[in-house]
């Protein structure tokens, strides 16, 4: 197993491993290697749905996505189709977030499996990390923000599918109140705090405006997304991609249409309550 470091901020690339048929021994090497490195990339892989799912299940229970917004594998329910084709454009996720922070316990983890992409270098997604945001601020910021917490809510995801006709049209009723979280989590297995806001589901801290919070937040969220705190991967076929969502954003870069397929079979790893 080689591992090589991808950017001075977060990314690994893995090889010599097939996700299909691991040991006791390498996944374990693959765990330690994702707490010290947060994204995670395995080249030319060829994992079935089935091997996809155990594989996940080495860091949290698999679980459906919380928005079951578009199609599952057949007999795999945990296993989410993410597709672009004519005719049925692909979900655009052009902006900095954590998967479904507003949800009582956000997903720890998630990973995609890359079938097809579009040529020319499109569809490439950005990874932040939120471990060293929260490291480069300020001390006296830093002693501020632990202790407070953020209201995070569904409801832009849901503002935002009203103007596409593709799987993500969300049913209202399924948008739940606005959510608390601390402003700077503790990640339940590395002990590392961490930034935990984002863009776009956090609409203000506890008990300011958000007015009073956007000044606060437009700090957290430059500190973030800096040029030398982000990995941006270029997508292959076949390449396995996990993140860890309790410490790094991402933002999918939407610059293709429906006329350049594009198919990544995702599944989800459960967390839990953020502290």
Known sequence: MQITPLSGALGAEITGVDLANLDAATGAAIKDAFHEHLVLVFPDQDVPPAAQVSFTELFGPVEPHPLKTRATVDGFPHVLIIENKPGKPGAPNDYWHSDISHAEMPPAVSVLHALKIPGDGRGDTMFCNMVKAFDGLSETLRDTLTGMRALHSGQATYKRSLGHSDARRINPDEVKPPRAHPVVRTHPETGRAALFVNPHFTISLEDMTAEESKPVLDVLYA????????????????????WDNRAAMHYACYDYDDTMPRKLHRTTAGGDVPV
């Open 223 to 242: 500190a973030a997304t800096k040029h030398e705190n982000i990995y941006r991967h270029k997508w292959r076929v076949g390449d396995v991609l996990m």
